[in-house]
């Protein structure tokens, strides 16, 4: 009955690095999921005000003001009946950020005007980031991808 035991332990043991490393896998590619729709969508918003179907001032990139206002939509300015466009259902959730932050929020933005070896937020979302830390099975940081 102790060999037993003990070799139960010791599969139970093994296992759990495995558990584990499946676990961190599965949220890597929810993050890279999240990541492609998110660019996705900002680069439609980004052609839809290129083609004038979104209204902005002269000055302006084209990109949208916030993550919301991909989700929220946009008036269609070509549009007499007052259709919106939206560009998501809904803004995924980086999986590696604190689960108490609203979807928008848990990504870092950056903005069109910012280096992109020093990303920060401003008048438009151009791209999103994770602000984790940690690091991915391949070594890379999350927050590079």
């Not at 903005?111 to 602000?131: E, L, M, Q, T």
Request: aromatic share 6%.
């Amino acid at each position: 009955m102790l060999v037993v035991l003990a070799m139960m332990g010791v599969l139970a043991a093994a296992a759990r690095p495995m558990l584990q490393m499946s676990a961190q896998r599965s949220r890597e590619h929810e993050l890279r999921q999240a990541l492609r729709q998110i660019r996705t969508a900002i680069d439609a918003y980004k052609k839809a005000a290129d083609e004038g179907q979104v209204a902005h001032a002269a000055d302006a990139s084209g990109y949208p003001p916030s993550l919301d206002a991909l989700a929220a939509g946009v008036a269609d300015a070509k549009s007499v009946k007052g259709r919106r466009i939206y560009f998501l259902r809904r803004v995924p959730r980086d999986p590696f950020a604190d689960p108490a932050l609203a979807p928008a929020d848990s990504w870092g933005l950056r903005s069109a005007d910012s280096p992109p070896d020093s990303p920060r937020p401003g008048a438009d979302v151009f791209d999103v980031y994770s602000r984790s830390e940690k690091r991915g099975l391949d070594g890379s940081r999350y927050r590079d991808w």
